[in-house]
């Protein structure tokens, strides 16, 4: 089956900096890879997606990058706050429907 | 719209006790569902989904298991519970087609 490899798995930054977060998987027939954010006690929600046909998206501070090639995709978050703290999830899946996650990165935006 | 109802909240079970989690969906007809396990301060493993009534696949061997009775029902059972069975679960659904999950608002399981 799928599997999903997330780095950082921790990512402290300073408010107002850029994070990045990086997957990657091994399937290469998945063609859909969702980010999550999940707030403490609460249930993940997407922020991004992007699918194969595409190397990148944008949305606002937001971006999502996908090489198909090399099998990674990543999350970037520009001017980061406060409230962006959280554990952020990457995901794929393939054409049987299995969506798999990856470990988490806790990120924390210090003030 | 559609949502997703997921219960109960929280559950405390003592081991080697049975268990019974369910999922229902409404707002939309034959979803994609997925049940997910979240262990404290780990990441999301899927156990199940399933893209039809009486369709599952298991993604992970354990003492759970999962059946579709109905196109927008999916329960979790396990005959015994161990403690390693704690766990936040959490149901979701999709579309047919490469769209996002949705979420339920999860259990909270401690095996005692």
């Known amino acids: 089956g799928e599997n999903v490899e997330q780095h950082p798995s921790t990512l402290s930054v300073q408010e107002g900096d850029s994070a990045v977060i990086k997957c990657t998987y091994s399937?290469?027939?998945?063609?859909?890879f969702p980010w999550y954010k999940q707030e403490l006690g609460k249930r993940p929600q997407l922020i991004i997606d992007i699918r194969s046909n595409v190397g990148e998206k944008k949305d606002q501070r937001i971006a999502v990058t996908l090489n198909k090639t090399a099998k990674h995709f990543s999350l970037h978050i520009t001017e980061t706050q406060p409230e962006d703290s959280a554990v952020y999830f990457c995901a794929a899946r393939n054409s049987g429907y299995a969506l798999n996650f990856g470990k988490g990165t806790s990120l924390l935006v210090t003030p | 719209s559609q949502t997703i109802h997921q219960w109960p909240a929280t559950l405390v079970q003592p081991v080697g006790s049975p268990l019974s989690l369910e999922c229902t969906v409404e707002?939309?007809?034959?979803?994609?569902l997925y049940w997910y396990r979240q262990a404290a301060g780990r990441g999301l493993q899927l156990l199940f989904y399933s893209v039809g009534i009486g369709q599952i696949s298991s993604e992970v061997p354990q003492n759970l298991s999962a059946s579709r009775p109905q196109d927008r029902q999916f329960i979790l059972s396990s005959k015994k519970l161990l403690l390693s069975d704690s766990g936040f679960y959490l149901c979701a659904w999709s579309l047919k087609g490469v769209t996002e999950a949705f979420f339920g608002q999860g259990t909270r399981l401690t095996v005692v």
């Open positions: 707002g939309t007809s034959n979803p994609n």
């Open positions: 399937d290469s027939a998945s063609n859909y």
